[in-house]
């Protein structure tokens, strides 16, 4: 089955400590984001990739870093700068970044630290 | 004042009513609209998705787009408990230098009780 799978499903961290989410897509797509939920708030970017080795900050990027090794993987680290980690991260892929692509989403990691 | 507005609700109707969900958006830049539902706990994923004004139907769902009032709609008729979900929209520009990026609502919390 073409998808994309997020790991883990429930991830707890204590403060200050960095913690790495997974994202693997087998859609053969070449962008890749990350969004962040929050309640009431909507989806907010955090970072995104067009291609392998490249990415760029969305609009909130701060305490937050990506690695693009792989078309199929788009990792992200939550770091310790992060001053209001937890919530619900959202990886999302598509064709292309640019025109009428859709966004497929994963099914989402929630952190919680404290 | 964000880009992109939508009443959070909650929206409580009966099964088999018609539900209208809507947001406004300022950015005439948008050109392509989409409506995501995302069920408690899960990733979000398309609806429907189009890129003109006027009218799109699937189903018992409708979507409309009036770029002059800068107002999309998403109808639903004869709903269903199962219709009970968060509904996002979600809008993209076609040039400038957010090009690509999709911009979310804050989501609609729906509740169709029988």
């Known amino acids: 089955d073409g998808g994309i799978t997020q790991s883990p499903k429930y991830l707890f961290r204590k403060e200050g400590q960095n913690v790495t989410l997974s994202c693997e897509q087998n859609l053969n797509h070449d962008a890749m984001y990350w969004y962040r939920q929050d309640p009431g708030q909507g989806l907010r970017l955090i970072y995104y990739?067009?291609?392998?080795?490249?990415?760029q900050k969305g609009d909130i990027a701060e305490g937050y870093s990506v690695s693009r090794e792989k078309k199929e993987s788009f990792p992200l680290t939550v770091t310790s700068a992060q001053k209001n980690p937890t919530a619900f991260y959202l990886c999302?892929?598509?064709?292309?970044?640019?025109?009428?692509?859709?966004?497929?989403f994963g099914p989402g990691t929630r952190l919680t630290v404290t | 004042q964000k880009e992109v507005e939508q009443d959070p609700g909650p929206l409580s109707v009966p099964e088999g009513a018609i539900v209208s969900l809507n947001c406004t958006y300022s950015n005439s830049a948008f050109q392509y609209f989409m409506w995501y539902r995302q069920y408690s706990r899960k990733g979000p994923e398309l609806l429907m998705y189009t890129y003109s004004s006027g009218n799109k139907e699937d189903g018992r769902f409708t979507a409309q787009v009036d770029k002059s009032s800068k107002y999309i709609s998403l109808f639903i008729r004869d709903s269903q408990p199962s219709d009970s979900a968060t509904y996002l929209c979600a809008m993209k520009r076609w040039r400038g230098t957010s090009y690509g990026k999709l911009t979310f609502g804050q989501g609609t919390i729906l509740t169709v009780h029988p």
């Open positions: 999302a892929s598509s064709t292309g970044d640019r025109g009428p692509y859709e966004q497929y």
């Open positions: 990739s067009q291609i392998v080795n490249d990415f």
